[in-house]
């Protein structure tokens, strides 16, 4: 069912109809008719053919979803309603298919929507080619080059909210598949007047008002901007604001879009500088100042604007002061410089603003280019968008260069549609021999010729006047018009002589009127000249290349001093005639798809459709000629031999091969295909198909055909693809049974083979364990005759060792008693003897023995070599204990001096100085037992490494004994500030932490004591000789960490020094001088609450606490 409801032909559900050509009657009235109802039910777009006509709905149509693009994606022209996605869908397949370049003009009048139509066109595109991470990339660079330039480009106009201030021209390139690769945006003629002065009722630029609005404040500081339009000469004030359009969130969109297409930061920032510059240049102001020579010069009235210029584009401020004051003429070899009077240097300032700005942005054309660039050399197909400023009219004579230049720009593209679509279509029937009735349309040409005829134009009149030596005036100019042209038929003056306007008092004198192919239009000459000679005072051009900006340097190349060419630029006439060429004949290689828009009222409303207006637009496009050529031609032709190649698969006798001249074939192809005679027509060389629905009947025919082919191919193939698999299955299927065979015959021997063994090895089993059997039966018998023998030599053995064993003792005791009597004998004989010297003998003899082994066991039992070693072996006897003890002692003090003899003469000094430590602090000072494991260091400041302390080393050139940072206490409120102590061999110093500048400085004969606690705290009081310079500050109280070290080193150092000792007072309160009064230092036990660290507090005039925890 669904299938049932979509659409096949544009005819279905139609409005009016979406074809011109098939309007009937065919009259102007049916047409507007025709259109206007349309329009009122929301159908925008109609047919004439293959052209778009697009009215301007002035209201967002759900027409451009993304389900219409999938709508319209890879259908038929003819198929659905009217859309622009049909020509755009048309031309992209013809593209991608054909490999036919293309190109969509679109046209129409200002604000007529041929800028919306040209971004629907790139957005369909855009979503129906490739998709991919790069191609995407593309894509939205492509997209996003709009908003920015539109930003730049564009301009709220009385006709158009967002009317294009420049022409645009923009390939899309594509590679065969039909992926975008890139693209190249051309750009023509910007409307740069409007940068200094807008017409009542339109605004400046977009981009002002967008930084402007959108600028953070922080961006406008930077600029030098204020969020206020009134402050800037060059916004007009009269409509700064447009209805609908939010210029704050545009900026955003723009400076995204900038990101997106590629700027760097440091690019955007340079754009906006020169923006900002631009805008800051029109609140210059000058005033009259009279020289000696009683010419006027100009003066800048207030340099503020100027300087922050200057700063914001780093140009010098004089250079450019001078530039706005001066003009240097350079003939030859010779410089000669005027002074500028007031008009002249607005005329200058002006001058600048707007080169700037048009530089700018060709700058930015070209700086997109660059990122949308395609990035291969492969060969391109072209798809060119043209979306060029429309057609416009003011009133009031106001119409200036720049109109002239668009409208000119409009005739030509009227003049491509006509040699496209009306004379080249007729051209080619008479060329082909097509019977054919010619039908009349206007041509443009002649209004084209006068304007760029070179010998007799009105640009090259122009271009000779801005040339010509002598007074050139706008005036001049017109005189020359009125002598050339006055007889053309499209030009209308009163100055002329024999002037057919002579009395027509509509046309001013200043003025001339031509009549354009889309109507009158009365230009006003004054500008004329110097719009088209452009010109900047080389002194300014000069000034912008000396500027410190590489954006500004490089817009004006031709500052560059060394780069001077004396011969003029080309005019802007001239060089928009030669870039208007080059599109004509870009486009004219492409195959042409045309939009043209209508614009249904003057008061940019919806649902309002002027008849007059459309009805005047209708034509002057030609619009009705263009429905008659269509109707009374072909729709479609196409050379032989392509339409040949394309269907000779519809037909048994062309396919595969045709032997014979292509006209043939097709005329063979097409009886057979028995289409009607009255379809087609055959040309020379050309077959010409009268109604689409002919074509897409081949087109269908074809489709079915290759369809057909398609599964005869397929069906061939996988008859093929059966057969090789079947085979290759049988082939296997032999394969697998022999291997499988082969198997189960191996498993049957397999089993056999194991049986056959078992029983086997039962049998050899049986007889071998009967085997065993006897020979463990013979072997039992052999062992018990053994053990019986055995039995027997045992007992027989054993009688004679009890035997013998008797008669042994028996011997035994004979001896025994023997000895016994012998001894008896010798002892009564010797008894007196040995009373007397034996017993002494031995006492010796045990006792030396004694001491020998003594010794010997010390030797091994020494202890270590180390002083403080307590380990000194047992005493073995008591009658050793005092010798013992004096060994202990001897060996200990031999191990001192041992010890001692190591030390080098500085470890000597530092062991005097603890030595010295103990004897002051030991058993006196609670600190001193944590101080004894420390090294004294003395210098904990590097000074003379430090660069810090430089200055603090220079002031002091004796050798520094301590260096180190101590608490000052404050004597008013006893709170601690850093310090650094010096100690040298003369004095005593304190220096400021920070700087190192010295704070005092005490010599050491005036310290006369050192006053400090008995506890775990490191306060200290140095005393100062009464009377002494130093002490008239009071007494120091300080307090270090390294407290012992440093008591103990100012001891010795005053010993050595002053040859007198040091009274060092530990004491738990004591006095100390401050200035006049004594306070004393009283230290108390106090709370854990700081942790460890003591509190100095000032309890009143005399007395300071120290709580240590
Ligand atoms: N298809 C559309 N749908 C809705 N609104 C449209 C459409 N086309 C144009 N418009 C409206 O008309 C306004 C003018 O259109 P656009 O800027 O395209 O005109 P233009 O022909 O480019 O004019 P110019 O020659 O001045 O640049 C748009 O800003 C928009 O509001
Ligand atoms: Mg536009």
Known sequence: MAKMEVKTSLLDDMIGVGDMVLLEPLNEDSFINNLKKRFDHNEVYTYIGSVVISINPYRSLPIYTPEKVEEYRNRNFYELSPHIFALSDEAYRSLRDQDKDQCILITGESGAGKTEASKLVMSYVAAVCGKGAEVNQVKEQLLQSNPVLEAFGNAKTVRNDNSSRFGKYMDIEFDFKGDPLGGVISNYLLEKSRVVKQPRGERNFHIFYQILSGASEEFLCKLKLERDFSRYNYLGLDSARVNGVDDASNFRTVRN???????????????????????KLGNIEFKPESRANGLDESKIKDKNELKEICELTGIDQSVLERAFSFRTVEAKQEKVSTTLNVAQAYYARDALAKNLYSRLFSWLVTRINESIKAQTKVRKKVMGVLDIYGFEIFENADNSFEQFIINYCNEKLQQIFIELTLKEEQEEYIR?????????YFNNAIICDLIENNQTGILAMLDEECLRPGTVTDETFLEKLNQVCATHQHFESRMSKCSRFLNDTSLPHSCFRIQHYAGKVMYQVEGFVDKNNDLLYRDLSQAMWKANHSLIKALFPEGNPAKINLKRPPTAGSQFKA????????LQTKNPNYIRCIKPNDKKAAHIFNEALVCHQIRYLGLLENVRVRRAGYAFRQPYEPCLERYKMLCKQTWPHWRGPARAGVEVLFNELGIPEEEFSFGRSKIFIRNPRTLFKLEDLRKQRLEDLATLIEKIYRGWKCRTRFLLMKKCQVVIASWYRRYSQQKKYQKIKSSAITVQSYIRGWKARKLLRELKHLKRCNEAATVIAAYWHGTQARRELKRLKEEARRKHAVAVIWAFWLGLKVRREYRKFFRANAGRKIYEFTLQRLMQKYFLEMKNKMPSLSPIDKNWPARPYLFLDSTHKELKRIFHLWRCK????????????????????????????????????????????????NPKYKKLKDAVDEKIIIAEVVNKINRANGKAASRIFLLTKNNVLLADQKSGTIKSEVPLGDVTKVSMSSQNDGFFAVHLKEGSEAASKGDFLLSSDHLIEMA???????????????????????LVQFKQDKVCVKFIQGS???GNIPTCKRKNNRLLEVAVP
């Open 432 to 440: 082909e021999g097509i019977e054919w009735t010619h039908i009349e």
């Open 1088 to 1090: 854990q609450k700081n």
């Open 898 to 945: 041992k010890y001692r003899d190591q030390f080098t003469d500085q470890q000597k000094l530092i062991y005097e100085e603890k030595l010295e430590a103990s004897e002051l602090f030991k058993d006196k000072k609670a600190l001193y037992p944590a101080s004894v494991g420390q090294p004294f260091q003395g210098a904990y400041l590097e000074i003379s490494e």
């Open 579 to 586: 870039s208007v060429a080059t599109l004509m004949k870009n």
């Open 1048 to 1070: 103990t080193k100012l001891y010795r150092t005053t010993l050595s020094q002053t040859k007198q000792k040091l009274n060092i007072e530990i004491s738990d309160e004591f």
């Open 257 to 279: 879009a900038m990101q997106i297409v590629g700027f760097m930061d440091h690019e955007t920032q340079s754009v906006f500088e020169v923006v900002a510059a631009v805008l």
